[in-house]
């Protein structure tokens, strides 16, 4: 990315990280439309609230990180209100993913942390505190485990759950190297986190390897190889997520959604199209209900103030 040293004190500050230009733009650019029927396409989040990270589960409620406090807010996304599902304990919120008992799994940035909280009740049900890390970055849930980038170190974090979800002892968390073709350079490196359509690999995105890669991550043993996605580049490679065999990568300061279609092992893909919107403003990450994309804008090229005004916009999946 162009300016590291920014991007660690923004992140540092409760913002995020800023990017690139675009070195491959894709052939085929659409502007989405906005999603059918009467649920709102933008909705507002609190002044100063700095969200980052969006969380949905199989409710149609939309749940956001804050980067000031680390508080979790819910939103209903038939009318766009929402309230506070989890305090913060004052440190940032970054990603975050709900499982299907409610449970949110975050990512604490630079707090080194992953706290684990109940959305009903919002309490915290789990704090785990990883000196070997730097910046925890984004988390995706797969069965049995979940899994945590660190954006300033060479490894990813698995936090394993019991036979009927329990969570585990801070003894049994496990850090996984990053080795094979993962290139961390000097500075900031995984970002967004997925997974393959076949379950068996995960995916990261790799912002200094060959101008902005996506890496395909053996959870066994860390080994990472390089997907091969032609000529496009992923130099803002932020929130990603994966619907059937097409994913979905949040190029933030380029204000834009790379599709890509990838085959099963997730070793190979190909650009699909590029959504664009004009009310995007640096949008960070992306979840999805039914044929919509919500995605918060992060505004990180501006200075977050109390005042500073955040929203969340709709468009229709590919």
Do not use: C
């Amino acid at each position: 990315m162009s300016d590291s040293l920014t991007r660690r004190r923004l992140l540092t500050a409760g913002a995020a990280l800023g990017g690139a230009a675009l070195m491959s733009p894709l052939a085929g650019t659409a502007h989405a439309a906005a999603g059918p029927g009467s649920w709102p396409t933008r909705f507002p989040l609190p002044n100063g609230f700095q969200p980052e990270g969006i969380a949905i589960g199989h409710r149609p409620y939309a749940y956001f990180g804050s980067l000031v406090d680390g508080s979790v807010r819910r939103v209903e996304l038939a009318t766009g209100k929402g309230s506070t599902a989890v305090k913060g304990l004052g440190n940032p919120t970054v990603g975050l993913k709900i499982d299907t008992g409610g449970r949110l799994f975050l990512a604490g940035g630079l707090s080194k942390q992953i706290r684990i909280a109940d959305s009903r009740t919002g309490k915290h049900l789990a704090v785990y505190d990883l000196p070997q890390a730097e910046m925890v970055n984004d988390v995706v849930l797969r069965p049995g485990i979940a899994w945590f980038t660190d954006s300033y170190r060479a490894q990813v974090y698995g936090v394993p759950l019991g036979r009927h979800g329990e969570l585990p002892a801070a003894r049994d968390l496990i850090t996984r190297k990053l080795t094979g073709d993962w290139n961390q350079g000097v500075d900031f490196a995984a970002n967004g986190l997925s997974h393959t359509p076949d379950g068996r690999a995960l995916l990261v995105s790799d912002i200094p390897a060959d101008g902005g890669s996506l890496m395909r991550v053996d959870p066994r043993t860390g080994e990472a190889r390089k997907v091969d996605l032609g000529a496009l580049k992923l130099p803002d490679a932020d929130g990603l997520l994966l619907l059937g065999n097409l994913l979905y990568v949040v190029q933030q300061m380029q204000n834009a959604i790379d599709v890509i279609r990838l085959n099963p092992a997730g070793t190979r893909g190909a650009a699909v199209t590029r959504i664009t919107d004009p009310r995007f403003r640096i949008p960070t990450t992306v979840a999805a209900w039914g044929n919509r994309l919500y995605l918060p804008n992060a505004r990180f090229d501006v200075e977050p103030k109390p005042d500073t005004e955040y929203d969340v916009v709709s468009v229709r999946t590919v």
